[in-house]
Nanobody, 118 residues
């Protein structure tokens, strides 16, 4: 599966942004576990959120209550709604996908830059 992220940009603290990830190259998108990760300069890549199907999700501690992951299986899309954003949310955000049962063979997007600054 190929992944392309979009929606990054500059936002002020307290603001909102929605990222999108478009998946292609599969007709079994609903069988993929989808996730968002981020990497800030000088830091390791960290989990932001994962969605297993239409209802099962988990979030990194730093974004719980502020970010929401969702998916549209009919459109092969995954979204990340980011609210109440903070300067520490500044990072390159990556979309990740792996087929159910195959976590050792993930696909990654190219990333999209998110900057939170006044």
């Amino acid at each position: 599966v190929q992944l392309v992220e979009s929606g990054g940009g500059l936002v002020q603290p307290g603001g909102s942004l929605r990222l999108s990830c478009a998946a292609s190259g599969t007709n079994r998108f609903s069988m993929y576990i989808m996730g968002w990760y981020r990497q800030a300069p000088g830091k390791e890549r960290e989990l932001v959120a994962t969605i297993y199907n239409s209802s099962a999700r988990n979030y990194g501690d730093s974004v719980k209550g502020r970010f929401t992951i969702s998916r549209d299986n009919a459109k092969n899309m995954v979204y990340l709604q980011m609210n109440d954003m903070r300067p520490e949310d500044t990072a390159v955000y990556y979309c990740k996908a792996y087929f159910l049962g195959r976590p050792d063979s993930p696909s990654w997007g190219q990333g999209t830059q998110v900057t939170v600054s006044s």
